[in-house]
């Protein structure tokens, strides 16, 4: 029924508004003197230089792909171990799937050298 | 108290070809790992055998032979196993072999002869077969990933060539644009219903309908998001730009392979999602259900586009990316053509039917375009078929058949297969989409049979490189367009006992 996800609406609109009221508030009663120190993206004396986006070596990449693996591998053990007892044998069964494609993609990552830096 | 289901309760016997193909590819990747470089023709033969014992497993249940597990759904109703699930079994995994085949000597002259080729090609067998099979927006979706990601890294098998790389990150940029929408569509179909699953969906949209809720507005959405998401999965205009640019860069056995594969788990899809779960959805008294109109349109778009941009086109991997996307068209009309409720069952066996036909002869040519394309990759042009039938008359006769068969000339698969999609159209009252589907045809004429005539009327010298797996193909590509031609009721046998539409 889409009556059922009006608090969720009602929680958009109230979120928006808040957050607007909050930054119109303080421009309408807080005291304003912009000057190019403080319109600057480092307000405390630093003296930007350079760009923010820099070459990065792409190995760090690599590493955060990998993490993934353990990452999904930690989201859906959880919740898992939360309610294990509930599922018995089967939900041994259905992890011990999960954990066998898992692994494979861990020898894979492993034997062709993905975990080594150089 | 939650209660578990037992193993049992899985019916996991029901998936066998598909699950058994997923372990097999599992198994094969730690297998590969040990394989020495210069013998990976152990992980080709693997992954053959592999699929071919699936092929004949998926062929024996289509046949009625043996019926695998009890009753016709699996994983609680994620998994349907009917005669729709055999058919695309089938046409799938013998696409399968026919990759593996037309790869193998293709790979070597490439110089990519890796282990990661073939069963990544599993991967994406298997996600088409889930696809093929789903009985829930939530296996539509998982599969459509596994379907496409392998085949992401498929277009890009050929780095550091940068045509290969720029076709890889097209196609995956797109096609992870067209993932988002189809989660989003699923999410208000969810949202309008209830529930994910089709005949769930099936029974909310019969009582949203009854009772005129508002929610019918978010189902439309949801359905035109969900078309948009499996739209650019089978090459759909407007959702059509990325593969003319992918089709020409990624290495032409994967071509082979994936404008096949990835349009039979699309159209799969698309008849499950709507055909199954939404055939009723039936707006202000209208006589068909309300994504009828936007589908047969989309179909006449496609078929337009695809057949004039072909004629331009002078590269014949340009040229059959945009023959592929014409072909969607046809196919559309039939998925548009189920939306009349007295329709459903015949339009979806024409799908079937159109795909199993499109199969055969679409590997054909890609194998024909692999034989005569040199090893940087070059060749590929109009031209390089120029006087065949004088040094190759054996290719030049089968290039011959696959051209009549795409034109849809009588006597070959691709006839039986338009029949059958205007017969459903025209059963439909879809007249229009139906005289533009015919006109088109004669238009694509033009296009295939200027081929035949390059190869027959014209002088030339081409140099192909046909080793026997190719070969094989080829031979298994005429084969397969003859006999289906030839013999249509073997595809109408196969196809009629395909009952999609739920009853009352």
Not at chain 1, 69 to 74: G, H, I, M, S, T
Not at chain 2, 27 to 35: A, P, R
Not at chain 2, 167 to 177: E, N, Q, R, V
């Amino acid at each position: 029924m889409p009556s059922d996800f009006a608090p969720i609406s009602a929680l958009l609109i109230l979120s928006v508004a808040v957050s607007l009221i909050i930054v119109f508030i303080s421009r309408l009663l807080g005291p304003f003197h912009p000057t190019t120190r403080k319109l600057s993206p480092y307000e405390s004396g630093m003296q930007p230089f350079g760009e923010a986006i820099r070459r990065i070596p792409v190995k760090f990449y690599r590493i955060a792909v990998l993490f993934i693996l353990f990452d999904v591998e930690v989201i859906f053990f959880l919740p898992w171990a939360v309610v294990f007892r509930d599922f018995k044998l089967y939900g041994l069964a259905v992890m011990g799937v999960f954990f066998f494609v898992l692994m494979i993609g861990f020898v894979y990552e492993w034997k062709v050298g993905g975990l080594e830096w150089d | 108290m939650f209660e578990a289901p037992s193993i049992g309760d899985l019916n996991i016997a029901a998936t066998l070809p598909a699950t058994l193909l997923a372990l097999g590819a599992c198994i094969f990747l730690l297998v590969d790992l040990f394989v020495p470089k210069d013998r990976k023709y152990i992980t080709a033969l693997l992954a053959a055998a592999g699929l071919l014992t699936s092929l004949v497993l998926a062929l024996l249940s289509l046949m009625n032979i043996i019926e695998f597990g009890s009753g016709e759904t699996a994983f609680a109703g994620l998994y349907i196993a009917d005669q729709f699930t055999d058919v695309v079994n089938v046409v799938v995994l013998f696409t399968g072999l026919m990759g593996v085949l037309v790869a193998y000597n293709y790979l070597d002259r490439i110089g990519k002869q890796r282990g990661e080729y073939y069963y990544l090609l599993l991967f994406t067998t298997v996600g088409v077969m889930f696809m093929g099979s789903a009985g829930d927006l939530v296996t539509v979706f998982v599969a459509l990933e596994l379907l496409s990601i392998p085949l992401y890294i498929l277009s890009g098998f050929r780095w550091p060539q940068e045509q290969s790389e720029e076709s890889a990150l097209k196609y995956f940029i797109l096609g992870a644009f067209s993932s988002g929408f189809l989660v989003y569509g699923i999410a208000m179909i969810y949202g309008a219903t209830g529930t994910t699953e089709f005949r769930g969906i099936w029974l909310a949209v019969d009582e949203i309908i009854a009772q005129d809720l508002s929610s019918k507005y978010l189902l439309l959405l949801g359905a035109g998001l969900t078309l948009v998401g499996l739209g650019f999965k089978v090459a759909a205009v407007p959702f059509h730009m990325w593969t003319p640019d992918v089709y020409q860069g990624a290495p032409t056995s994967v071509v082979a392979y994936m404008s096949v594969a990835a349009k039979v788990g699309g159209f799969a899809a698309l008849v499950r999602v709507f055909a199954s779960g939404m055939s009723n959805f039936v707006l202000d008294g209208a006589t068909a259900a309300a994504w009828q109109d936007t589908m047969w349109l989309i179909a006449a778009l496609t078929m337009i586009l695809g057949n004039l941009v072909a004629i331009v086109q002078t590269d014949l991997k340009r040229l059959f990316a945009y023959s592929s996307i014409a072909h969607a068209g046809y196919i559309l009309t039939a998925v548009a053509a189920a939306g009349s409720a007295a329709v459903t069952n015949e339009a979806a066996q024409a799908v079937a039917i159109y795909l199993a036909a499109y199969a055969f002869t679409n590997i054909g040519v890609f194998a024909v375009i692999i034989s005569v394309e040199k090893d940087d990759s070059s060749n590929t042009g109009l031209d390089s078929l120029r006087g065949m039938s004088r040094t190759q008359p054996l290719l030049a006769a089968s290039m011959t058949l696959f051209m009549f068969s795409l034109t849809g000339i009588p006597l070959t698969a691709g006839f039986v297969g338009k029949w059958f999609v205007f017969k459903s159209a025209i059963a439909a009252d879809l007249f229009p989409v139906a005289v533009i589907g015919v006109l088109t045809s004669l238009v694509s004429a033009y296009y295939y049979l200027r081929i035949v005539w390059l190869m027959y009327f014209e002088e030339g010298e081409p140099q192909v490189y046909i080793p026997w797996p190719l070969a094989s193909a080829i031979s298994l590509a005429v084969v397969g367009t003859l006999l289906l031609g030839i013999f249509p009721y073997l595809l109408q046998e196969m196809a009629q006992d395909i009952v999609l539409a739920f009853g009352r």
